[in-house]
């Protein structure tokens, strides 16, 4: 059974620099057709989708965040991190590691975010 | 960006109720569609994928529908357990967009 788990700093102070790792258990960050990804969420954007790592270790992020948001992997230790830049008040959030699936499906594929770490919350404040 | 509207923002029913939820997003994005359920304190789940897949393990109550920009998830025959809220995501296009969300709960 696949198992993401977060991990990093509950509580970060403006200007500086988050850093959340998504440990995965169960299964492989270097298996062809999975999209590491990273979501956060508050009362008030709802649901984020930040970026993705492939398994090949291409990336892709929003571009509302692009320039503050970088998405690794260190596939020895099968973990994904996330490193946000600069970060205010507004990035106070509960950041979720996911899984985007690539499903093939008669000639085409399709994704589902099929396996969701608990979650953590983040807040920024000094 | 596409825009994914959801609709209604929030819904009461009751057990037994079948209730439907839609999403309609601003520019066709074929099947790309999958639907979340969210219960409190918890991570959202995925219950269907394609617009009408269900995930393994969903129940068959769920069902989801639609091609294009309109697509529905509906709940037959609600159980207590259904009561949360449900989140669409399309998947057409980066960046990947969630619906805002609908809060079913109980009458």
């Known amino acids: 059974q696949v198992q993401l788990q977060e991990s990093g700093p509950g509580l970060v102070k403006p200007s500086e620099t988050l850093s959340l790792t998504c440990t995965v258990s169960g299964d492989s960050v270097t298996i062809k057709g999975y999209y590491w990804s990273w979501i956060r969420q508050t009362p008030g954007k709802g649901l984020e989708w930040m970026g993705y790592?492939?398994?090949?270790?291409?990336?892709n992020y929003n571009p509302s965040l692009k320039s503050r948001v970088t998405i690794s992997a260190e596939t020895s230790k099968n973990q994904f991190s996330l490193k946000m830049t600069s970060v205010t008040t507004e990035d106070t959030a509960i950041y979720y590691c996911?899984?985007?699936?690539?499903?093939?499906?008669?000639?085409?594929?399709?994704?589902?975010?099929?396996?969701w770490g608990q979650g953590t919350t983040v807040t920024v404040s000094s | 960006d596409l825009q994914m509207m959801q609709s209604p923002s929030s819904l009461s029913a009751s057990v037994g109720d079948r209730v439907t939820i839609t999403c309609r997003a601003s520019?066709?994005?074929?099947?790309?569609l999958s639907w979340y359920q969210q219960k409190p304190g918890k991570a959202p789940k995925c219950l269907i994928y394609?617009?009408?897949t269900l995930q393994s393990g969903v129940p068959s109550r769920f069902s989801g529908s639609g091609f294009g920009t309109e697509f529905t998830l509906t709940i037959n025959s609600l159980q207590p357990e259904d009561f949360a809220t449900y989140y669409c995501l399309q998947h057409s296009s980066y960046p990947r967009i969630f619906g805002q969300g609908t809060k079913l709960d109980i009458k």
């Open positions: 394609a617009a009408s």
């Open positions: 996911a899984r985007d699936h690539m499903i093939p499906q008669s000639r085409y594929f399709f994704y589902a975010m099929d396996v």
């Open positions: 790592i492939s398994y090949s270790g291409s990336t």
């Open positions: 520019q066709g994005i074929r099947n790309d």
